[in-house]
């Protein structure tokens, strides 16, 4: 949970967005900020609807592929609102604690 901002670090970024974009480099730093990144313990975002609460829906984990994977987040989601979507492996409920069974 490190958001320390180091000079090498912001160095990097200036430096490649440079490359992309050469008038970066007259452009005037305010201010410094880094963020954390939501994860999951199994690197998969989590997508769909709580279990325990009706009418709330998560779209959060996925990590540095926020960007990356936003069409298919409001892909599934629009078809989860929708009631169109099936069986889900990115479900919230997969995190759920297990339900005990009796033992016999």
């Known amino acids: 949970f490190d958001?320390?901002?180091?000079?090498?670090?912001?160095y990097?970024?200036?430096?490649?967005?440079?490359?992309?974009?050469?008038?970066?480099?007259?452009?005037?730093v305010d201010d410094f900020i880094a963020g954390l990144r939501p994860s999951t313990p199994d690197n998969a975002?989590?997508?769909g609807p709580h279990p325990a609460?009706?009418?709330l829906f998560y779209a959060?984990?996925?990590?540095r592929n926020?960007?990356?994977l936003t069409p298919f987040?409001?892909?599934?989601?629009?078809?989860?609102l929708a009631g169109e979507a099936a069986d889900d492996p990115f479900s919230p409920?997969?995190?759920?604690?297990?339900?005990?069974?009796?033992?016999?």
């Open 3 to 10: 958001t320390t901002v180091t000079a090498g670090g912001a």
């Open 12 to 28: 990097e970024l200036i430096r490649d967005a440079t490359e992309l974009v050469p008038g970066v480099s007259e452009l005037v």
């Open 45 to 47: 975002p989590v997508l």
């Open 53 to 55: 609460c009706p009418g």
């Open 60 to 63: 959060t984990g996925h990590h």
């Open 66 to 68: 926020g960007i990356l």
């Open 73 to 80: 987040t409001a892909d599934l989601l629009a078809a989860q």
């Open 93 to 104: 409920a997969r995190f759920a604690a297990p339900v005990p069974t009796a033992l016999a």
